[in-house]
Each structure stands twice: as C-alpha cells, then as structure tokens.
Nanobody, 127 residues
C-alpha cells in the first residue's frame, strides 16, 4: 500500500524549532521529488519547499528561506523539514507530497504535479 505519513508537528513558541518527517511506504522515495506544502485556515495551500530526486536540488519559498531546511534520508525512506526561527505566520497544516522524477523550481509548488499526498500534521506557533 502506497502511503506518505507526516509527523513531528505540534505547538511551539515563536523562535522555536520543529522537525517534520515524511515517511513513505509502498514505494521508494529516493526516486521521487518531494514537496512540503502548508495550508492555514482560510488560505490556499502553498508550497514551502521541495527536493528533487536525482541531484537533490532544493527549493524554498521566500517566506521560509534561511529558516527551513529540507533533506532526505534514503535509507529510512523519509524526507525531513527542519523548521527553525518559527513565526506565528508559519502556523498551518503541513503536508508532504511526492511525484516521480526530477522537478525544477517552477514545478516545485505545483500541487497538481504531485501524485501521492500525506494526511498532514498541524504546526502551531504561539506564545
């Protein structure tokens, strides 16, 4: 059964850190580009970051550049999103998604491109 499962969300104070995990089962995540998206209440889903499959190129939304880091551990079939210096505006449900092959920066945020999605994990940044 093909599945993506996110974990690591929670409540954190402004300035704090969280690491989200996206674990795949039923397929080899190393052959897939993986994106992290988020959706805040009343807002559209937006692309946060992605990592390509072949050369491991990474892309970030301007709003998280310098604070978030995406990485993958192929041995664990998992992609991570390290989130530092969190702000209240980072509060959202975070989703990971996967699509086979290589993507570029423009493709990174195209939700229609991704074929597998996780169920999401909630991140709340509040004092």
């Amino acid at each position: 059964q093909v599945q993506l499962v996110e974990s690591g969300g929670g409540l954190v104070q402004p300035g704090g850190s969280l690491r989200l995990s996206c674990a795949a089962s039923g397929f080899t995540l190393a052959y897939y580009a993986v994106g992290w998206f988020r959706q805040a209440p009343g807002k559209e889903r937006e692309g946060v970051s992605c990592i390509s499959s072949s050369d491991g190129s990474t892309y970030y939304a301007d709003s998280v550049k310098g604070r978030f880091t995406i990485s993958r551990d192929n041995a664990k079939n998992t992609v991570y999103l390290q989130m530092n210096s969190l702000k209240p505006e980072d509060t959202a449900d975070y989703y990971c998604a996967a699509t086979p092959g290589t993507i570029n920066q423009a493709m990174c945020v195209m939700t229609s491109l991704y074929i597998y999605w996780g169920q999401g994990t909630q991140v709340t940044v509040s004092s």
